[in-house]
């Protein structure tokens, strides 16, 4: 059955402890809605496309919001943004981008030029990332599923 929550988030991130930190986050939010995780890129486009042991869409829906951070890995959230953008069934799902506070100028300008609804600074004192994702969080699920933030 279908979750009645009005989001189902996709995080895209390969750090186990910040997954941790931004399930948790959305889990303290009563009624905010559901989060599924994807370790790596090539994880999440077949979430997306519901290939393999995906393609069960009452099990694994499609989100509500993407949130990647912005290197996975070997591969960029950019390129997973960009991605996202040329698929006709999925560009109009909200993409926050979670960048390092030394992503390069360039790529954020591409993040933007791409479509991304958001781009968040990730600080790098542990406190302050907790904080940061729980607000984010907190303002993510305060919007309609269907309204851009």
Same mark, same amino acid.
């Given at each position: 059955?279908i979750s009645?929550?009005p /989001? /189902?988030?996709?995080?895209?991130?390969n750090? #186990?402890?910040? &997954?941790t930190?931004?399930a948790?986050?959305? &889990?303290?939010?009563? =009624?905010?809605?559901t989060?599924s995780v $994807?370790r790596?890129i090539s994880?999440a486009?077949a979430?997306?496309?519901? +290939?393999?042991?995906? /393609? =069960?869409? !009452? @099990?694994?829906? %499609?989100?509500? !919001?993407?949130? #990647?951070?912005?290197?996975?890995?070997? =591969?960029?959230?950019?390129d997973?943004?960009a991605?996202?953008?040329g /698929?006709?069934t999925?560009? !109009?799902?909200?993409f926050?981008? %979670? +960048?390092? #506070?030394?992503?390069s100028?360039?790529?954020?300008?591409? $993040? @933007?030029?791409t479509?991304?609804?958001?781009? $968040?600074?990730?600080?790098q004192?542990?406190t302050?990332?907790? !904080?940061?994702?729980?607000?984010? #969080? $907190? +303002?993510?699920?305060?919007?309609a599923?269907?309204?851009?933030?």
């Amino acid at each position: 059955m279908i979750s009645s929550l009005p /989001h /189902h988030f996709l995080l895209v991130e390969n750090d #186990a402890k910040e &997954a941790t930190l931004l399930a948790q986050a959305f &889990a303290k939010i009563p =009624d905010c809605g559901t989060v599924s995780v $994807a370790r790596n890129i090539s994880e999440a486009k077949a979430y997306l496309q519901g +290939a393999g042991i995906y /393609h =069960d869409r !009452t @099990k694994f829906r %499609l989100p509500s !919001t993407i949130l #990647a951070s912005y290197q996975v890995d070997n =591969d960029s959230g950019v390129d997973l943004l960009a991605w996202v953008k040329g /698929h006709p069934t999925l560009r !109009t799902i909200p993409f926050v981008l %979670l +960048a390092p #506070a030394s992503a390069s100028p360039g790529e954020i300008v591409r $993040a @933007k030029r791409t479509g991304s609804v958001k781009i $968040a600074t990730k600080p790098q004192s542990p406190t302050e990332l907790k !904080t940061m994702i729980e607000n984010l #969080a $907190a +303002a993510m699920c305060s919007e309609a599923p269907d309204v851009s933030f």
